[in-house]
């Protein structure tokens, strides 16, 4: 089964952009993913699906400033113009036919 | 929009079985394709449980599987999760969500269960 690995935390400061990577494991490089946000003490929510070409589809209600790429195995989500409200945690997940694999998460701390 | 909402005891005694439900609102259970169960701990992060699609075919992870079962009821637009003979590991936050098109698009608010005589 796939095998999802993110850093475990970032920073960046306010107004800026940051990058979060999520990489798949070896021979799951075409894998689609998605993006998860869950802020302090709060469920996860959707952020978005993101596709090996790097086609993004976002949930309902995401802004503007939360973008999605691809290269090879590694998945992308940009975040511009930094907010505190984006402070968070960030996890990836992929699936297939029987199994549904979330990354470890990276931790966002916004200076 | 679909919303999810989980119910169940909070506390379950080891060796006992822990049995959470997840109402659904502001659609029908049998116009999603899957319907899960994922929980989450500071030990183990984001785990996946298990899911049901619409049609009651069933994935379980490999790990939980001989522990778990979910099941579907469409007449009270609401799914449910047993997974018996818990232990203190099994102490976590848990939610269920709903997958449309592949990824989780909707998620429950959570429940924290804590494993505990």
């Known amino acids: 089964q796939p095998v999802l690995t993110q850093s475990s935390s970032a920073s960046a400061s306010l107004g800026s952009s940051v990058k979060l990577t999520c990489t798949l494991s070896?021979?799951?490089?075409?894998?689609?993913i998605a993006w998860h946000q869950q802020q302090p003490g709060k469920a996860p929510r959707y952020l978005m699906k993101?596709?090996?070409?790097?086609?993004?589809n976002k949930g309902s209600g995401i802004p503007d400033r939360f973008l999605g790429s691809s290269s090879g195995a590694d998945r992308y989500l940009t975040i511009s113009n930094l907010q505190f409200e984006d402070e968070a945690d960030y996890y990836c997940?992929?699936?297939?036919?029987?199994?549904?694999?979330f990354g470890g998460g990276t931790k966002l701390t916004v200076l | 929009q679909v919303q999810l909402q989980e119910s169940g005891p909070g506390l379950v005694k080891p060796s006992g079985t822990l049995s959470l439900t997840c109402a659904v609102s502001?659609?029908?259970?049998?116009?999603?394709?899957?319907w899960s169960w994922v929980r989450q701990s500071p030990e183990r992060g984001l785990e996946w449980i298990g899911e049901i699609l619409q049609s009651g075919s069933t994935s379980y992870n490999p790990s939980l599987k001989s522990r778990v079962s979910i099941s579907l009821d469409k007449s009270k637009n609401q799914f449910s999760l047993k997974l018996t003979s818990v232990t203190a590991a099994d102490t976590a936050v848990y939610y269920c969500?709903?997958?449309?098109?592949?990824?989780?698009?909707?998620w429950g608010q959570g429940t924290l269960v804590t494993v505990s005589s």
């Open positions: 969500a709903r997958s449309a098109s592949g990824p989780v698009d909707s």
């Open positions: 502001g659609g029908s259970i049998s116009s999603s394709r899957w």
């Open positions: 997940e992929t699936w297939d036919s029987n199994t549904r694999v």
């Open positions: 993101l596709e090996g070409g790097g086609t993004y």
């Open positions: 070896s021979g799951h490089s075409t894998y689609i």
